[in-house]
Structure formats: structure tokens, C-alpha cells
């Protein structure tokens, strides 16, 4: 079956600096690729969509990449605050059913002054 | 716009009773509804598919008598958490899609903390 893994462990970054995440699939080849942003207690936040066919999609201080080979998306986000520190999970649709998306775990980014 | 209301945003409640929690999409119509649950630290598990007028879609594993759905409107999807147990205790979080195509984002509510004692 389908696999998302995101790295589990937090990351702590220091502000000013470039956060990369890194999301892994398994057994699968998604169309696109999403990420979200996931505050304590809340519901996640829609970031970027990827499409297989787009190396990269950027968004202001955000970055993602999809490699269709490495089956990786790595996302970035450039010049970090303390206010970007948040959970981010990725999405990808389910290979059963493309109006169904899967979720990874997630990364926890901590930027710190 | 795409905003997604939950209700309620916590709730605690004793074992055996049921629990009501409702999704509004306040600017969109949405004919499909989806229902996750998050355990902490934990990905978000998709719990069913709801379709605007006909029955939900359930993903395997999950009860359809224990966690009923109706989505009655457009605007309306609800998730009934029926003979509450401890371990239903989670969150539970509602999206719909505003666009018609299947790769549209999906906009959450902001969830429901469901405690069950």
C-alpha cells in the first residue's frame, strides 16, 4: 500500500536561516503533491500543489520540489521566522481514489530568535 | 474565502452517550465533505467520504454505526460519534474542497476535541 514518511523528529533552525523538509512515498507515482501548514489545535492550512510534471513550484519565501524518481518532495522555506514554526504535512491523493488525499505525520519546524 | 466552520471546537462527554459535530462550508458549496481523525503526533486518518445527498463512504477499519454521517446540504456535513468510548477520544477535523477538480486544495475546519470520560 501507498506510504508517506516525513521526519518525525522536530526541526530547530535558527532564524534567518533555510528550513528543508523532506517527504518520502512509497509504492505509489501521485499526479501532484501538497503541502500544508498545521498550527497547535487547529486544522491544517492549504501551502503549494506540485504536479508530476513541475520540478518546482515556488511561493514567496516557499519552495517545493518533486522528484518522480527519487519520489521525494523536499520543501523549503527560505529567510525563516519565528512565526513559521509550525507542523507541515504532505498530501498526496490516494491511488485507490484521486478525491482522497493521505497524509504524512509531518515535520515540526522550530525557528528560534 | 473558503471558509470552513467546525462546531464544536472541544466537547466532553461521558462513555455510552453521542456526540453530534457539525462541518459548514460558509462561502462554498461543497458536495463532498471528507471526516479525519488525528491521534497526537499522528498523521491525519481519513474517516469517511461525504457525499451531499446520498450515503458516506467509509474507509476500512472505520465503523459506519459508530461514526454516523449525514450531509444533508450543501453547505452541511455532521459526524456523529454514536456510545462514545474513551479510546474515541481524538480530534476530529472536516474538510471540503471548493473547486471541482480533484487536485483543488482541501480547506479544514479547525477541528473538535472530543474527550470521552
Known amino acids: 500500500s501507498q506510504k508517506i514518511e516525513q521526519n518525525s523528529e522536530a526541526l530547530n533552525i535558527q532564524e534567518g536561516k533555510t528550513a528543508t523538509l523532506t517527504c518520502n512515498y512509497t509504492n505509489y507515482s501521485p499526479a501532484y503533491l501538497q503541502w500544508y501548514r498545521q498550527d497547535p489545535g487547529r486544522g491544517p492550512v492549504f501551502l503549494l500543489l506540485i504536479r508530476e510534471n513541475e520540478k518546482e513550484k515556488r511561493k514567496e519565501r516557499l519552495k517545493v520540489t518533486f522528484d518522480t524518481t527519487l519520489k521525494q518532495s523536499l520543501f523549503h522555506i527560505t529567510a525563516s521566522q519565528p512565526a513559521d514554526s509550525a507542523t507541515y504535512l504532505c498530501a498526496l491523493p490516494f491511488s485507490g481514489g484521486y478525491n482522497k488525499l493521505i497524509f504524512g505525520a509531518g515535520t515540526r519546524l522550530a525557528v528560534h530568535p | 474565502g473558503a471558509v470552513v466552520s467546525q462546531h464544536p471546537s472541544w466537547v466532553i462527554c461521558k462513555s455510552g452517550t453521542s456526540v453530534k459535530i457539525e462541518c459548514r462550508s460558509l462561502d462554498f458549496q461543497a458536495t463532498t465533505m471528507f471526516w479525519y481523525r488525528q491521534f497526537p503526533k499522528q498523521s491525519l486518518m481519513l474517516m469517511a467520504t461525504?457525499?451531499?445527498?446520498?450515503?458516506?463512504?467509509?474507509e476500512q477499519g472505520v465503523e459506519k454505526d459508530k461514526f454516523l454521517i449525514n450531509h444533508a446540504s450543501l453547505t452541511l456535513s455532521t459526524l456523529t460519534v454514536t456510545s462514545a468510548h474513551p479510546e474515541d477520544s481524538s480530534f476530529y477535523i472536516c474538510?471540503?474542497?471548493?473547486?471541482?477538480?480533484?487536485?483543488?486544495?482541501?480547506?479544514f475546519g479547525n477541528g473538535t476535541r472530543l474527550t470521552v470520560t
Open positions: 461525504s457525499n451531499e445527498g446520498s450515503k458516506a463512504t467509509y
Open positions: 474538510s471540503a474542497r471548493q473547486g471541482v477538480g480533484h487536485n483543488s486544495p482541501l480547506h
